[in-house]
């Protein structure tokens, strides 16, 4: 049971617009989300956050929004650019605690 | 800094041999997690420790699999006897033991088992 799912395995953008990823997730509990950002024949890392307190949380080019009564999450990359071509993950933990459910990943392939 | 350090990058081996993951965290982190990327059900979560101690190991597939953490510097997953169906992407992270901190990942060990 895929708590936290991310149904697009691929996505393709042009550099310079927006990429936007998407995320839904089934558990009411999870209260804080991450994503994460992967490129090939290395981890995950960390690249933003969101608590469930708020509804949008901004890095520079990365900006998360989060709407709680659809239990859905995006990520939009603004510019893209061709650096950013990796697998994102979407990730969901509740109560503060270290056990993180991932979804199953989108690779985003920006187009030069 | 060094981040987390796992080994081998890279492990084939035949069906029903004794495979060991190793993974050394960052330093001064106190919670380890041990995950699994396949195709078709992304990361999944094995087990984690906190503070050396297995926390939740209600991902670890079946009793083929076991996993240590003798000291904060140091865990093993293990797999014997393994199976084709094992072979994946084994990912170790670690994390301060702090609330929603984000857990930093080693490059991970590809296995292959014929």
């Known amino acids: 049971d895929q708590q936290v799912k991310q149904n697009s395995p691929s996505l393709s953008v042009q550099e310079g617009r927006i990429s936007i990823l998407n995320c839904d997730y089934t558990?009411?509990?999870?209260?804080?989300f991450l994503w994460y950002k992967k490129y090939p024949a290395e981890g995950p890392t960390f690249l933003i956050s969101?608590?469930?307190?708020?509804d949008k949380n901004e890095d520079g080019r990365f900006t998360v929004f989060l709407n709680k009564s659809a239990k859905h999450l995006s990520l939009h990359i603004v510019p893209s650019q061709p650096g950013d071509s990796a697998v994102y993950f979407c990730?969901?933990?509740?109560?503060?605690?270290?056990?993180?459910?991932f979804g199953t990943g989108t690779k985003l392939q920006v187009i030069p | 800094d060094a981040g987390v350090i796992q080994s081998p990058r890279h492990e084939v081996t035949e069906m029903g041999q004794e495979v060991t993951l190793r993974c050394k965290p960052i330093?001064?982190?106190?919670?380890l997690f041990w995950y699994r990327q396949t195709m078709m059900r992304g990361l999944e979560l094995l087990i984690y420790?906190?503070?050396?101690?297995?926390?939740?190991d209600s991902g670890m597939p079946e009793d083929r699999f076991s996993a240590k953490m003798p000291n904060a510097s140091f865990s093993t997953l293990k797999i014997q006897p393994s199976e084709p169906r094992d072979s994946a992407v084994y990912f170790c992270?670690?994390?301060?033991?702090?609330?929603?901190?984000?857990?930093?990942f080693g490059d991970g060990t590809r296995l292959s088992i014929l």
């Open positions: 330093s001064g982190h106190n919670s």
């Open positions: 992270a670690s994390s301060q033991d702090s609330f929603n901190q984000p857990q930093h």
């Open positions: 558990n009411s509990m999870f209260d804080y």
């Open positions: 990730a969901a933990t509740s109560g503060g605690y270290q056990k993180v459910t």
């Open positions: 420790f906190n503070n050396n101690v297995p926390i939740d």
């Open positions: 969101i608590s469930s307190i708020k």
